[in-house]
């Protein structure tokens, strides 16, 4: 698996507390998150990191903000791109086997870092169902190839 992680200004000390994970996790991944210690826009790191998402570059995205909102809302905007803007561990297990989430997005501003560390574990460790849930995404999936 291949992870994609991006985040804003408000998110960097938790994108640190997930690289930790991942390599934990010995799982491979990309950091294209900003460094800054100044303000930027969330949209310019969540929607160039959900296409690479989207293209099958990445498995896996794990996008952070203050709230995780930002990010979720530029990333759902990305055909292809089902991104769960979550906090909890049973969510985070649930988009995954129901929604087959392929972004996780967290913020930093609400989450502590041990939550955030088993929120992405869920996330990444959890598969998709398919099944009826299948059948659900793929009506998406159509919605979304009719609106493009
Ligand atoms: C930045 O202040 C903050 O607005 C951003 O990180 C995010 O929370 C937006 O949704």
């Known amino acids: 698996m291949k992870v994609l992680l991006t985040s804003d200004h408000a998110g960097v000390e938790l994108r640190k507390e997930i690289k930790g994970l991942l390599d934990e996790m010995n799982i491979s991944y990309e950091d294209a998150g900003c460094d800054c210690g100044t303000s930027v826009d969330y949209p310019d790191y969540a929607l160039p990191a959900a296409e690479r998402v989207a293209s099958g570059e990445f498995d896996r995205g794990i996008f952070i903000c203050g709230t995780g909102i930002g990010m979720s ?61 299948q059948n659900r995404v793929g009506k998406i999936d159509a919605y979304e190839s009719k609106n493009l």
Do not use: Y
């Open 73 to 133: 809302i530029s990333a759902n905007k990305v055909k292809g791109i089902r991104c769960a803007l979550t906090h909890d561990v049973f969510s985070a297990k649930a988009t995954r086997q129901h929604n087959n989430a392929n972004v996780l997005a967290m913020g930093e501003r609400v989450v502590g870092p041990g939550l955030a560390r088993e929120v992405a574990k869920a996330f990444l460790e959890t598969e998709f169902e398919g099944g009826r849930h």
